[in-house]
């Protein structure tokens, strides 16, 4: 009785491997949202595929990677951390593909009435209390946008001290959501999802690296089918475009 | 004068004590669980009767009826226990002097020097209390409760707990003090032989009733 | 000897933890008293509470005072108006502390005054003493083993504390990074690992440090009462 009670536990669950292919996607925070829906949209059409994404700031992420977690596709929010896992060997050049770019916005509180203007004649400092919220400037790729923008502008030294390093850049918006911070710097994309905050300027393309999103297949990926068509999907599909447009990113036109 | 009239109830045990002390010395002896240190620690304040009243001459320590209750610290009662109780983290001359400390120069009753010289406390003053035999460190607590100025003393079996040698010892400094001093003592024990020695008056607790001898 | 990040976090560290250890004291020493000494019918929910820092994950504490004490929590709003913030701030870096580490205080103390012979405070009482004065000269130092080792306990916990500072105050360098969460932050950079190993060798060297204090500070004490 136990032996084939054991036996068809086994049997189980080796049937269940079989049939359930693992998909692992290390995404950007940014991308969450855009990635859920287009999920839905695969795992329709493909059932069998089990996909389970991780989201994080791309610095964490690719931290992640480099210590062994177990990865099939990268989707990082900018080209350094992409670098970075090329520089580590655990994704081949010739797979990076830039798909996505984005534009870096500042935002407030929705009842706030933040004046702003992109110059650096304007006195960003001044028109408002309190702290600025974006992610780590240091590692987190919306940080470092923002640091290159401040810098650009002017603006970094008189506002040191009241910048607040989050994480990842959902993080940043949340606080601004929540009004703990005056103003933040996030993602055009992460700005239109959120109905609690306003945008109250564009930071200027030319202030900062291009804010390119790439995709590649990790060397693990490469060796797993339903890694290789799920990318394809996100890469080439009509779906996955028409989504990523609704969230405000723009298709990158190689 | 001691003057008791009261009832203590705790579990199935039960005080009933009416006592007018009109001696200097009194001595109660009982057997262990007649109620002895019940006795005490109702009059010097630990314990509170249900129903009675405890008073030394003018002063009322607690009168149930009329609803008077003095606490324990403003009776200037001294109780010494068995174990001499000294406080460790202070030396000989900090724990005599931890009472005198609260009363201000002219209401205290017995100078300090007298009091080391009654109990023969000089060649111990800065030891720490770890450092004292159990008889050295019971004449200390004695000193310690002489300063404190009381206007009763009670002892409750204070040679317990010493080996004969050092009752011996201990004793004769007993009947200094009730020779020397004027200070009601009530000396409670359940070795007669020490109230002997003392030529205490003596009264017998038994079944939580006082009874002459 | 040190980069400017490294002394700045080590000064953060010591600053946030001196503050968090000398404003729990006087609670944990009422607290601490009051559930040694007192029984009554509610113990249960205030022993419930006191441990509930311990249980919960840090992260959820950290969320909590942001509910709280953020610029428009709750309590935050109106400590806010008298000018008094918190978030984002090293001050609230100490209450993130404080609360993490109060109950690792509460318990050392007491257990010191559980220990306490409660006979010497009765004599206390006899010749004398108010209750108020029993607690001072008599309690209070006889329970100070215990205070010391709650002290440091406290010490050590806050300058590890790292999920309920990072959530509330974030991880602002100068204000609010202190030594966990500058590793933290190292070893999201692209080659941080390095400062971040010396920050880990830096803790390491405070906690023993601390540790070691505690010990030679006990047996001191231990000698002159003779144990």
């Known amino acids: 009785m136990k032996k084939s009670l054991f036996f068809s536990v086994c049997l189980a669950a080796s049937i269940s491997v079989a049939h359930a292919e693992t998909v692992r996607i290390y995404a950007a925070a940014s991308l969450t949202n855009a990635i859920i829906d287009l999920g839905k949209i695969y795992q329709k059409q493909y059932p069998n595929t089990n996909l389970v994404p991780v989201y994080g700031a791309s610095s964490a992420l690719a931290k992640q990677l480099e210590a062994g977690a177990s990865s099939d596709i990268f989707f990082s929010a900018d080209l350094d951390w992409m670098n970075y896992l090329i520089k580590k060997n655990l994704i081949h050049q010739n797979r990076v593909k830039p798909l996505l770019f984005n534009q870096l916005v500042v935002i407030s509180p929705k009842n706030l009435n933040i004046p702003f203007k992109a110059q650096s004649g304007f006195n960003f400092a001044q028109s408002f209390k309190g702290h600025l919220c974006t992610g780590q400037m240091e590692s987190v790729p919306a940080g470092k946008y923002a640091k290159q923008s401040l810098t650009k502008l002017n603006w970094l030294n008189s506002l040191n001290g009241r910048i607040v390093g989050t994480d990842d850049v959902r993080s940043a918006l949340v606080f601004v959501e929540r009004g703990e911070c005056d103003v933040g710097i996030v993602y055009k994309t992460d700005a239109l999802i959120s109905q609690k905050v306003k945008i109250i300027g564009t930071l200027p393309a030319d202030s900062h690296h291009p804010i390119i999103y790439p995709i590649a297949l990790t060397k693990q990926g490469a060796k797993n089918a339903d890694a290789i068509q799920f990318e394809k999907f996100i890469k080439t599909s009509p779906q996955a475009k028409s989504i990523f447009q609704t969230y405000g990113f723009r298709m990158s036109q190689s | ?213 | 000897m040190f980069s400017p990040e490294e002394l700045s976090a080590l000064y953060l560290s010591a600053k946030v933890a001196l503050w968090a250890t000398l404003i729990c004291l006087p609670f944990a020493v009422a607290l601490a008293w009051t559930l040694a000494r007192h029984e009554f019918r509610l113990k249960f929910l205030v022993e419930a509470c006191l441990q509930l820092p311990m249980v919960l994950p840090p992260v959820v504490l950290g969320y909590l005072l942001l509910v709280l004490f953020g610029n428009k929590g709750w309590i935050g709003q109106y400590l806010n108006a008298m000018g008094i913030e918190l978030a984002f701030n090293w001050k609230g870096a100490v209450l993130a502390s404080m609360i993490v580490a109060f109950p690792l205080m509460v318990q050392p103390i007491r257990l010191s005054f559980q220990l306490i012979n409660r006979q010497l405070e009765h004599v206390a009482g006899s010749l004398g003493a108010s209750p108020f004065r029993v607690f001072c000269s008599i309690s209070l130092p006889l329970a100070l083993p215990g205070m010391l080792i709650g002290s440091i306990l406290c010490f050590s916990r806050s300058l590890g504390e790292f999920g309920a500072t990072i959530t509330f105050v974030g991880n602002i360098p100068d204000e609010t990074r202190t030594i966990p969460i500058a590793i933290y932050s190292f070893l999201q950079q692209p080659d941080g690992e390095e400062f971040a190993i010396r920050l880990v060798i830096l803790s390491l060297c405070l906690a023993f440090s601390a540790l070691i204090a505690n010990y030679f500070i006990l047996q001191k004490y231990q000698r002159k009462l003779g144990a």
Do not use: W
Request: glycine share 6%.
């Open chain 2, 1 to 213: 004068m001691l003057k008791c009239d009261f009832q203590y109830q705790h579990a199935d045990f039960q005080l009933n004590i009416k006592l007018e002390m009109q001696q200097q010395l009194l001595g109660i002896v009982g057997a262990s669980g007649s109620g002895k240190s019940t006795l005490l620690k109702n009059i010097v304040g630990l314990l509170k009767p249900q129903q009675g009243c405890i008073q030394l001459n003018e002063q009322v320590f607690i009168d149930t009826q009329q609803n008077i209750h003095m606490p324990m610290h403003q009776r200037k009662i001294a109780l010494i226990f068995q174990n001499a109780l000294l406080f460790p983290h202070m030396n000989v001359q900090q724990n005599l002097c931890y009472a005198e400390k609260l009363i201000a120069q002219p209401e205290r009753k017995f100078p300090f020097e007298e009091v080391v010289e009654l109990l023969e406390l000089s060649p111990l003053i800065q030891r720490q209390p770890h450092q004292l035999s159990g008889g050295e460190a019971q004449r200390v607590s004695i000193g310690r409760a002489l300063l404190s100025s009381p206007n009763l003393l009670l002892l409750d079996e204070p040679l317990t707990g010493l080996d004969t040698h050092l009752k011996q010892q201990i004793l004769p400094f007993f009947k200094r003090m009730k020779d020397e001093l004027d200070l009601p003592m009530i000396y409670v024990t359940h070795h007669p032989e020490e109230l002997e020695y003392l030529e205490a008056d003596t009264l017998k607790l038994s079944q939580g009733r006082l009874q002459g001898n």
